[in-house]
């Protein structure tokens, strides 16, 4: 069955900071501050315009990011699984909104582009329920547009033990937007990055 996305309302947005920043040390990459604000708040300045309403997909104690006055959604399956269970958790919350799709940005690039989704519902057009961004350097499944209507698919590739986010979105014919530069998808991993990413500002 294929699902197709319609133009009527605007995709909501959600924010995937729900990884466990090993290589940071621990703790929330997106809280770190990158120049006078925080890498999260600089995601959400620009992800704002481009989508009807906002969301931060992320585990542990909610109460850490109610300075943002976002909903914070966590992940439905349990033991971590990925950025595929922060999708779900997004998709199951833009339903609850009578939304038809919703566009997905890592938590720790700040960097991405401002007409992400314009360029990910173009991408959209010719009928396929997903697009993800690419760049030169390839594709990054974490920056993607995705259909409501393929929650319960998701759900169920997620109990079935899928994990990376490729496998599953290639079985759906994903298409691909393309944008010309690598450095807008630069993210944040190590302290080092950190420092790189305050030279960019």
């Known amino acids: 069955m294929t699902h197709t996305l319609g133009t009527a309302n605007p995709p909501l947005g959600v924010v995937l900071a729900g990884g466990q920043a090993r290589r940071m040390g621990g703790g929330d990459k997106p809280l770190l501050k990158l120049g006078e604000s925080s890498i999260l708040q600089r995601i959400l300045d620009r992800l704002a315009p481009q989508v009807g309403g906002l969301a931060i997909n992320a585990n542990g104690d909610p109460g850490r990011l109610a300075r943002f006055g976002l909903p914070v959604l966590p ?3 349990a033991d971590h699984p990925g950025p595929l269970a922060g999708v779900l958790a997004g998709l199951d919350w833009a339903a609850s909104h009578g939304a038809e799709a919703i566009v997905t940005v890592a938590g720790d690039t700040p960097f991405f582009p401002c007409d992400l989704v314009p360029h990910l519902t173009q991408a959209c057009e010719a009928g396929a329920p997903i697009a993800l961004a690419a760049s ?8 993607g547009l995705w259909s409501t209507a393929l929650r319960d698919d998701l759900r ?3 109990k079935d033990g899928t994990r ?3 496998l599953w979105t290639d079985r759906h014919n994903a298409a691909t937007a393309d944008f010309p530069d690598d450095a807008a998808f630069f993210n944040v991993n190590t302290p080092e990055d950190l420092t790189k990413a305050e030279a960019m500002l």
Request: proline fraction near 12%; charge should be positive; hydrophobic fraction near 35%.
């Open 75 to 77: 992940d439905s399956v």
């Open 136 to 143: 030169p350097g390839g594709r990054h499944p974490t920056f």
């Open 156 to 158: 169920t590739a997620l």
């Open 164 to 166: 990376k986010v490729v």
